[in-house]
């Protein structure tokens, strides 16, 4: 049996676009679980900016004659 997508007329088409509570401009919402959002996204990355890690030196590696099994 062949599958068929039935779309009523009275479905939305999108969600509706909200305002920003920093600077008020407006954007459209992702899907999220706890809630809703208040804030861009170029507010919420200036609010919480993302944690730079920084990598140690390695040390250099050592030249085949200098392997222990040798």
């Not at 305002?19 to 990355?45: K, L, M, N, W």
């Amino acid at each position: 049996m062949e599958g068929s997508l039935f779309i009523t007329p009275d479905r939305g088409t999108r969600a509706p676009e909200l305002v920003c509570a920093d600077c008020g401009a407006q954007f459209r919402p992702r899907r999220i679980t706890d809630g809703i959002e208040e804030i861009c996204d170029s507010c919420y990355s200036a609010r919480f900016p993302a944690p730079v890690i920084e990598y140690a030196q390695l040390p250099p590696r050592p030249v085949r004659s200098q392997l222990a099994a040798d």
